[in-house]
Nanobody
Framework: QVQLVESGGGFVQAGGSLRLSCAAS????????MGWFRQTPGKEREFVAA????????NYADSVKGRFTISRDNAKNTVYLQMNSLKPEDTAVYYC?????????????????WGRGTQVTVSS
């Protein structure tokens, strides 16, 4: 079983930056693909970024490419999402997720473990 706890959300003005962190329990963190998803009320959970455990391959949604960077520190069992040039449309609850396997998939249904989420609000 893997437990995930997000932190780092908050309120920021458009153009600003935030860094989200996700701390994971478990001794096999490095073998998991880790992803970030986001959700706003009434909408489906949306893929943001993912990173594989084995070779660090990354995958980004087109809407965040060039602005967000996902990274991981396997020694600290932590995955990060650096968010720059934030826009009001980035406002959402951001969730950390993990899946066994090696593909950094975009489908949230393929992820087995989820955190409770952290709110990010970007004002215009």
């Amino acid at each position: 079983q893997v437990q995930l706890v997000e932190s780092g959300g908050g309120f920021v003005q458009a153009g600003g930056s935030l860094r989200l962190s996700c701390a994971a329990s478990g001794r096999t963190f490095s073998s998991y693909v880790m992803g970030w998803f986001r959700q706003t009320p009434g909408k489906e959970r949306e893929f943001v970024a993912a990173i594989s455990g084995s070779n660090g391959n990354t995958n980004y949604a087109d809407s965040v490419k060039g602005r967000f960077t996902i990274s991981r520190d396997n020694a600290k069992n932590t995955v990060y999402l650096q968010m720059n040039s934030l826009k009001p449309e980035d406002t959402a609850v951001y969730y950390c997720a993990g899946r066994s396997g090696w593909k950094a998939l975009r489908d949230h249904l393929k992820y087995e473990y989820w955190g409770r989420g952290t709110q990010v609000t970007v004002s215009s």
